[in-house]
Structures are given as C-alpha cells and as structure tokens.
C-alpha cells in the first residue's frame, strides 16, 4: 500500500475537509518520527494517514474502526497497518506493542490540539507557534475540550518521549505542510509576516 492509494481510500469515504487535514497531520507526525527512528517512512505514513478513513461512514466508538477493518482488507491493506489502525482506538482492545502503534496514538490526539492553538493565534499559523504556547492553552480545559490531555499524556509516556518534546516534534512536523493544513496564516514559512 503506498501513499498513492492510501489516499484514495480517504478521498473515497472522508468528505469533510478538517477529518482529511487531520489524518494529513497526523501522518506528517508519522513521517517525522519514522525519519528519526530509522523506520519505514511510508509505512508509518500510511498508518496515520489511514486511521480514521472509516469515522464518517462509521462514527461510533462501537464501529470505529473495527468496521472498516473488510475495506481496507479488500484494498490489499497489510495485516501490520491494520493492526495499527486497530490499536489506536482503546476500545478494540488491541494491544500497542510496536513503535509504530505506540507512535499513532501518540500523533493523534495531539494534532487536533495543536491545531487548535494555531488557529487562535493572531498568525492564525504553525510557522511561530511553540510548545510553550500550547502548554499555556493546555492548562485550560474548555479549550479544545475534545482533546483529552489525559489520553495524550499516557500515550506520549508509552511512546516513550517527553511530553512537551512531543509537541515540539509534532509541530515542526505539521509546518512541513502548513499550506496543505490551511495553518501557514498570514506568516512564511522562516516566520516574517507575509507581503500586504
């Protein structure tokens, strides 16, 4: 399965443009932190890219995403990828025991919240966003409430990597396709402000 027709899996079954965005950044996390563990880059790209290709068509934690298991089986999707997509929803109860697997969960959740912050900023961008900022937002749980912190925290401890360095590595990994995400905002990509 390459990347290729990963994506048509989502462009088949995912309508709504923030879901595509947010399996796209998720998959930059994927692609990022491959690179830095010496691991298959495209694989790992296509388990972030793919994990929620089903939500649409199957938004309820007692279908997703084990109901879309027969479509990515029928697409030649491998046993290893679908074991991943599997393992990043706790409720299958598939067990995360690779770096791959342990690595979604951790990529996941985070995305949305990092996202969020980046759109209240005045740059409304990734491009000079930090950690330190979503740490100031992180402490207030009405914001981007869906994110659970709890989730987010367990799953970076079980990846193995420091929180805030997570956040850290999760951003510069999503500023690699800050036009693709719609949050390069009214800055370039070195963090001066765009020409009026």
């Known amino acids: 399965m390459d990347r290729t027709e990963a994506l048509d899996i989502v462009h088949e079954y995912v309508k709504a443009n923030n879901l595509v965005n947010h399996m796209l950044a998720v998959e930059a996390a994927m692609r990022f932190y491959a690179e830095k563990l010496g691991q298959d880059v495209e694989t790992w790209g296509v388990v972030g890219l793919l994990h929620d290709f089903d939500w649409e068509i199957h938004p309820t934690l007692e279908e997703h995403p084990q109901a879309g298991v027969p479509i990515l089986q029928e697409r030649g999707v491998s046993e290893e990828i679908i074991r991943a997509v599997l393992s990043h929803a706790d409720h299958t109860g598939v067990e995360r025991i690779t770096p791959m ?61 420091d929180l805030w360095e997570h956040v850290d590595n999760v951003i510069v990994a999503m500023r690699r396709i800050a ?5 390069e905002g009214n800055l370039n990509p070195n963090g001066t402000p765009k020409a009026q």
């Open 101 to 161: 697997e342990k690595a979604l969960a951790a990529c996941d959740e985070v995305t949305g919240l990092i996202t969020a912050v980046a759109l209240v900023r005045p740059s409304r961008s990734l491009y000079d966003l930090t950690a330190s900022s979503v740490k100031k937002k992180w402490k207030d749980k009405a914001f981007a409430a869906g994110a659970n912190r709890d989730d987010i925290t367990h799953a970076a401890q079980d990846f193995g990597v």
């Open 179 to 183: 036009p693709e995400l719609g949050l």
